[in-house]
């Protein structure tokens, strides 16, 4: 407990041990000792027999001055660091030399721990001994930390390992909520207030303003999406570095390249639209992309397929859609919105760039623009057409039926491009937020063939789910029953356990809504896997 002390040729309890086994006096001995080893004012030898005299013994009034004392000397590290003295770091480092055999010390290791604190290069060796052991490398604030990890990436590593495994567990808790709404889903916190969460708060701590530390937490997400292909990890890259602006470290923000674009963007995201001004300047980032520079693409990518990013670029494009159709316009004479096809490229491109390192632009499929969105528009007026039929006196209605089929390049692009396909998922999104119960039926049973199976992707499905709850009447009708489970949900969830899920979530929040005899269709359907949705919505269907 008390290691060090003969160091400093201060004497410790072997060594009144030894004088006492000596000694032919042991009270003088121990008086000698108290005189040696005490506090040393002449002014307070005649005032200690007035303690005794009160009953309060020594050992509380040297713990008193001496936990008094540690106070003002941690109080004066500070202040000397803090200071414009050009020695003040040469003072510290003195100090350290002489606390840091006594670093054991639980009295005396705090004081040892507030220098090393405030030294912004500690010793070499001293940095060694504290990672060594375990028990100071535990208790040693943030900062000497940072000095440690930045030459030991596997350390590094180990600590952030368990705050990334969070953040993702955190992510697909939130996409698996049992509360179903369209107000309050995935993507109804704002950006400001998802920087506020743990992981993102304890790394941008780790990190302070050291960029190499910043730059390997930046390798390892990518190293992790590489491996797994979850976008939640470009979401936690975007939001780091948003986070770092927030609390104007411009050591790291000046020097990543994606730093413009991100705070652009996160202004998008708030938005949750693309207005004209902010599209010009995110096509000036991008077009701004010098020769020699095309590895930034790798960053810019991977930050354009944040699932927050890529849902504001859908919403806009299919708002930009709405507008065209307005002013009885074609999409190739948008520009606006020929800048979100190519984020959105870009973004679904993220994991084939990282994994090539082919640092280039994916092209565009042209025909995306030519063919699929006036597929998506035809659509669309065919859902106006009925709609305004429906409202004609009597006498002027026509024998207009609405159509059961799609057109054929609807079908065929969501089955073979991801952009066309992330559309027309929000198409389906924007229908069932108008509650056009018809155009949803007309839709459903197209998407059980979509690109890479996006359709059932817990993203989509979330979403849905939550848009659903607003039609949540017409699941009294079989045929909308039949529509939503039969003719989509139910065509995978044997074979995808997430799906299964999604459907549990929503017959848990719409029980008294279906259809009695088609619940118990469905829920027999579902059985068994032992779940706890399924468990919980058997119990309130008894």
Known sequence: MFAGLPELGISNGEDLKETLTNCTEPLKAIDQFQMENGILLPTLQSALPFLDLH??????????VFDELREKLMERVATIAE????????????????????????S????????????????????????????????????????IWQDNQALFGDEVSPLLKQYIVEKEAALFSSDLSILHNFFSPSPKTRRQGEVVLKL????????????????????????????HYCTLRAELLMSLHDLDVSEICSVDPCHKFSWCLDACIREK?????????????????????????????????????????VLSTVRNLQELLSQDALPRDSPDLLLLLRML????????????????????????????????????????????EQKLPSEEKTSLTYPT??????????????????????????????????ALQRLLPALVDTYNDMAFGDIFLHLLTGHLTLLSDEFGSEEFCTAVFDNFLLTSFSSKENVHRHCLRLLNHLQQKVLASYMETVMKTLEPPKQQLYRKLSFYNI
């Open 55 to 64: 009953g309060t013994p020594r050992l509380e009034f040297h713990q008193s």
């Open 83 to 106: 200071g414009k003295d050009e020695d003040r770091y040469i003072k510290l480092e003195e100090l350290l030399e002489k606390s840091f055999p006594l670093v054991k010390m639980p």
């Open 108 to 147: 005396i290791q705090p004081i040892v721990m507030q220098v090393l604190k405030h030294l912004p290069k500690v010793p070499e060796k001293k940095l060694k001994q504290v990672m060594a052991d375990k028990e100071l490398y535990k208790v040693c604030s943030v900062e000497v930390k940072r000095q």
């Open 204 to 231: 941008t701590q780790m990190i302070g303003k050291n960029v190499k530390l910043y730059d390997m937490v930046l390798q390892f997400l990518r190293t992790l999406f590489l491996r797994t292909r979850n976008v």
């Open 273 to 313: 639209f693309v207005d004209a001004k902010r599209a010009r300047e995110l096509q000036g980032f991008l077009d701004g992309v010098k020769k020699g520079q095309e590895q930034v693409l790798g960053d810019l990518s991977m930050i354009l397929c944040d699932p927050f990013a890529c849902n504001t670029l």
């Open 345 to 388: 490229s870009l973004g679904q491109g993220a994991w084939d760039m990282i994994d090539s390192q082919v640092f280039k632009e994916p092209r565009m499929d042209l025909e995306v623009v030519t063919r699929f969105l006036p597929a998506v528009m035809s659509i669309v007026v065919d859902d106006y057409t009925f709609t305004v």
């Open 405 to 438: 089929t799609l057109p054929e390049t609807f079908s065929r692009y969501i089955q073979e491009n991801r952009v066309a396909c992330e559309i027309g998922l929000y198409y389906v999104l924007h229908i069932a937020k108008q509650r056009n119960k018809n």
